[in-house]
């Protein structure tokens, strides 16, 4: 056990007087060093000193110093409050090692932090290794998406059971959710089963290989609103225009899928509906339900059953979706996934799809049906 020498203080006091970058720097350096270094005790009056020198060495340096210091107290559990505390409200380039490292932060202060500070300061935060349920509330509260899908990927968070519901819930308008949602160990079988209606049929296929779910029991509920919806009238009739020119385009061997394309791109989407039910022979409901279907699978398969071409298929999936305008744009990697499903898809799979289609109009059983036995076929 040593204290600080007069050596040591007579340096302090030299590099005290060094106004450089690289007097700071060697001065932060020094300081921090006699503050955590192992064996040396410091008194009450050394500590208070070093505390001041650090404080005085954030309020007049530039941003690579404070940022030096935040990096070296970070990691230390009894680094001054203050000092972190100051750290963690600075630019995030200096607080973003406080913020996602240190313990020394109460869950009020980094409220306050998510409160008013900047945006990347949210995102630190829902990095940290260990967040609060009150933390993760207000991160939560924050309503970015970016902020809330960074929280939900760590694993570390604890999250509410009510604020889990929540942002299930959420899920069925931000798709951006459902993955790291899926994918917590936290999150409870009754709120993944609700999922299963809203999500891709990939992350339902995930559902059903990672929770304690009856593949039945989708089955029946399915079938029960499928049967609901099939006795409700449509809530508007179909523009005779736009049926009448259809039948007359069929009739004329007219439709082809450019002028699908065209129709969509004009925004015509009833005259949309009229053309596809047409062409592929299901009824005008059915092709309704098919464009809304969250995932695609439904679209890509009547396209691939009618043999159209893959770059085609995927300007009518892009501007279906553009047409859906209470959807968000497709995520990145999207119109690669469903083109992929597209492709692997047998078109004699889709095909008998197709056929089935045109007399069951139960369309979203049939897409589970090609993912479980036609998907497997794929695969190999």
Not at 159 to 169: D, F, H, P
Not at 173 to 188: A, E, F, H, I, K
Not at 254 to 280: D, H, N, V
Request: aromatic share 6%; hydrophobic share 40%; with cysteine.
């Amino acid at each position: 056990m040593s204290y600080m020498s007069g050596p040591e203080t007579q340096r302090l006091l030299e590099l005290a007087r060094d106004k450089t970058v690289a007097g700071r720097h060697a001065l932060t350096a020094t300081v921090t060093d006699l503050f955590f270094a192992q064996g040396t005790t410091l008194t009450d009056r050394e500590r208070a000193l070093m505390t001041e020198i650090l404080r005085q060495l954030i309020n007049d340096v530039e941003s690579s110093v404070r940022r030096s210091l935040a990096e070296r107290l970070a990691h230390q559990k009894n680094a001054p409050r203050d000092l972190v505390l100051a750290l963690a409200n600075d630019e995030i380039a200096v607080a973003h090692s406080i913020l996602l490292h240190s313990e020394v932060l109460r869950d009020e202060e980094l409220i306050e932090i998510i409160h008013h500070r900047t945006l990347e300061h949210q995102l630190a935060i829902a990095m940290r290794k260990s967040v609060s349920e009150q933390v993760c509330d207000a991160l939560v509260e924050t309503g970015d998406v970016g902020v809330i899908k960074t929280l939900l990927e760590n694993t570390d968070a604890r999250i509410a059971s009510a604020t889990m519901a929540y942002l299930v819930e959420q899920s069925k308008r931000v798709d951006t959710y459902q993955n790291p949602l899926l994918r917590r160990p936290d999150l409870s079988a009754d709120l993944a089963k609700k999922m299963y209606f809203w999500v891709s049929a990939a992350l339902r296929k995930h559902i059903l290989e990672h929770f304690p779910v009856d593949p039945a029991e989708f089955d029946d509920v399915l079938e029960e609103t499928v049967c609901d919806l099939a006795k409700k009238p449509a809530a508007t009739e179909e523009p005779r225009k736009s049926v009448q020119l259809a039948k007359s385009l069929s009739e004329e061997k007219a439709i082809t899928p450019q002028l699908l394309i065209q129709s969509l791109r004009q925004g015509e989407i009833a005259l949309f509906e009229a053309l596809f039910a047409r062409m592929t022979g299901i009824r005008l409901t059915l092709v309704r339900r098919l464009l809304f279907e969250r995932g695609g699978e439904g679209l890509a398969i009547a396209c691939r059953g009618m043999r159209i071409e893959p770059p085609l298929f995927a300007s009518i999936y892009l501007l279906s979706r553009k047409a859906r305008q209470s959807d968000p744009p497709p995520e990145r990697g999207e119109v690669k996934r469903i083109l992929d499903f597209y492709e692997q898809t047998p078109p004699s799979s889709a095909e008998q799809l197709l056929r089935k289609w045109r007399r069951d109009q139960d369309f979203l059983k049939a897409v589970w049906e090609i993912e479980r036995p036609a998907r497997t076929h794929v695969a190999g």
